[in-house]
């Protein structure tokens, strides 16, 4: 399909600047990756932001990894679906219950469009089921779109934003800001309107983060590096504004959101528009599966822990029988009479191809990496496949996403406040005289932390070097002045010691409250992410942590003793198990209580009156 994109170099104009809603006041909201963790305690701060009408204050939301699930969800909602069924509302500890009452909310429901559907959905033994027909029934050259596959089925379709394409990892629909964007924008030659999502009414302008991969040589040892150049989808436009070390890729600036992976049939993108050709639509399934890449290899080892076990595997295999169709079947025992392989049953062919697949593909990490063509904003200009990752590999904060595509360039650009919230499965505790907090934040303060222990200290100039072995990619993400200040201290020790001084108080012997420290920051120059020197940040930094000031208030006293017998649990897939501090892997399907009282959790604490994170979290947002 011949078309025409405009394209937006980083010296010209800002679209993302340009098409926010900029009667609001200058505030993003980030919401860290982590999975259904994620998902679910940012479907719990939407509650809380809708509650209050804060989220009516908000220019942006930028998202990475799980927090994409949740907010890409919020944004594109489409309009047959209400917010009420989206997220519901907040119900006080004291009317959660494991069964229904009077005013009670029963966590062990969901509605039919919750969020809370997605990480239900996702159950081991449904996400395995679905990874071994995807495997087997796939060529490999396609096994790259297995983690696409899973967020088109899991997190997009129930909410009516799939529309499956030719695949059903694909989809037939592109996305963008509006029509009446696409009408006084798009060049004459574009995807009909038919052929797009469209951002619902009123949200904020949201920032979808990834990473394009870059290899490099190792000097010494002969091996290499991954350098990982942070990339953001919006409804408007999507590239990369930054470029690696050396000038290995170079983005330049963003290509109309329905443009990007298409083919450039030019020799330059430097003048807009410019012809491209599109084989198949860059979807929502294409940025929020890339802003989630790294799953896909940490599913494949849970399947082959489960394909270990005779007893598991064969519920496993069952299971996929029960899903595969009886044209899926045929293409099986097609597959297995072609392969010379002397197997009738079904379950000894699914058998064969199941271990077999999810072999190959953990000997072949490769071969599950999501690539997608690539071409550069300016003069010289090609068409290259490169492979993404997910968002949260460099920056699981979105912080670095959102200051990228706010960045103009110029000296005195405006101030922006961002609310963080670092959905992590790190416990906040103290171990000796360290304090484990903030871990996510460091690199961005230039640190290398060590959650294992809470010590930290600078990135080393070999850690920033890729040709060093001792290279790691997120030493390049410094993007805040860390500087000693006038008390002796730094931004991100502030940072790390107020985290903790919230959530546990005078006391500090427990997480009674809230994590959250409010921080003036200013940035330092970036290439990677085209981040400028001397604009100022208002942060205001909020983490996951138990909050006992909400556990303590459950009067549903069955609910609370399994609760607190999760957070006892050695077994990482039991219920409720490390609650708050899901696994980002062994807890990627929750049930339907785990999700309730962790969204609710939050819900609490940032919109109840009881909570010292509502009224400051106001405060800040009405710039007091």
Not at 474 to 486: E, H, I, R
Request: glycine share 8%; charged share 15%.
């Amino acid at each position: 399909m011949s078309n025409q994109a405009s394209i937006y170099a980083n010296t010209e104009t800002n679209p993302t600047i340009e098409n926010a809603d900029n009667s609001r006041p200058n505030i993003a909201v980030c919401f860290s990756g982590g999975g259904s963790r994620a998902l679910t305690c940012a479907w719990g701060q939407l509650i809380g932001l809708t509650g209050t009408q804060l989220i009516n204050k908000v220019r942006y939301i930028s998202s990475v990894s799980g927090g994409t699930w949740a907010s890409s969800v919020y944004t594109f909602l489409p309009n047959n679906i209400s917010d009420d069924d989206l997220l519901g509302k907040y119900v006080s500890p004291q009317n959660l219950s494991l069964d229904d009452g009077v005013n009670k909310l029963n966590v062990n429901t969901l509605n039919p469009h919750s969020l809370g559907q997605a990480p239900a959905g996702m159950s081991l033994i449904n996400l395995t089921a679905s990874v071994l027909i995807f495997l087997c029934l796939n060529k490999k050259s396609d096994h790259k779109w297995l983690w696409a596959d899973i967020v088109a089925n899991y997190v997009l379709k129930p909410f009516d934003l799939q529309d499956e394409g030719k695949h059903s990892w694909s989809s037939s629909k592109f996305f963008t800001l509006s029509a009446k964007y696409a009408d006084n924008n798009f060049p004459l030659n574009a995807p009909s309107l038919n052929d797009f999502f469209f951002v619902r009414q009123e949200r904020p302008l949201l920032i979808m983060n990834d990473n394009i991969m870059q290899t490099v040589a190792q000097t010494e040892k002969g091996g290499t590096s991954i350098v990982q150049l942070p990339n953001q989808a919006t409804p408007v436009s999507a590239g990369s504004k930054g470029q690696t070390p050396q000038a290995g890729i170079v983005g330049g600036g963003t290509v109309e959101s329905y443009g990007f992976t298409s083919t450039l049939d030019q020799s330059s993108a430097d003048t807009s528009p410019v012809d491209i050709s599109i084989s198949q639509p860059y979807s929502l399934i294409d940025s929020v599966s890339t802003s989630s890449a790294f799953f896909a290899e940490a599913v494949l080892n849970l399947l082959k822990g489960e394909l270990d076990d005779a007893q598991k595997k064969q519920a496993v295999i069952d299971h996929v029988k029960q899903r595969l169709s009886d044209a899926h079947k045929k293409t099986l025992l097609s597959r297995a009479e072609g392969d010379g392989l002397k197997l009738t049953l079904i379950d000894d062919i699914i058998e064969h191809y199941a271990i077999q697949s999810v072999q190959n593909a953990l000997a072949d990490t490769g071969s599950i990496v999501p690539a997608y063509n690539y071409w550069p904003i300016g003069s010289e200009s090609q068409n290259t496949v490169r492979n993404f990752t997910d968002g949260g590999t460099l920056d699981n904060t979105g912080i670095i996403g959102i200051l990228s595509q706010t960045d103009t360039g110029h000296a005195g650009q405006e101030e922006i406040s961002l609310i963080a919230f670092d959905n992590t499965d790190v416990p906040l505790v103290k171990k000796g005289n360290n304090i484990i907090a903030g871990a996510q934040a460091a690199p961005l303060f230039g640190i290398d932390f060590d959650v294992d222990n809470g010590t930290y200290q600078p990135f080393t100039a070999a850690q920033q070097d890729p040709s060093n072995a001792d290279f790691s990619a997120t030493s390049l993400t410094q993007v805040f002045d860390n500087s000693v200040d006038a008390s002796g201290t730094t931004p991100f020790e502030q940072l790390v010691k107020g985290l903790y001084r919230a959530s546990c108080g005078a006391a500090m012997d427990e997480n009674s409250d809230p994590a959250f420290i409010e921080l003036a920051l200013t940035t330092v120059s970036n290439s990677l992410a085209n981040i400028s020197a001397e604009r100022k940040v208002m942060l205001f930094y909020v983490q996951n942590a138990r909050i006992n000031n909400w556990q303590n208030n459950l009067d549903d006293l069955k609910l609370k003793s399994e609760i607190e017998a999760g957070q006892k649990a050695e077994w990482p897939f039991d219920t409720f198990a490390n609650f708050p501090y899901y696994s980002t892997f062994t807890k990627i399907g929750l049930e339907a209580k785990e999700s309730n009282c962790l969204s609710q959790m939050w819900a609490w604490a940032t919109s109840d009156d009881g909570s010292p994170l509502k009224t400051r979290l106001q405060s800040f947002v009405n710039g007091e």
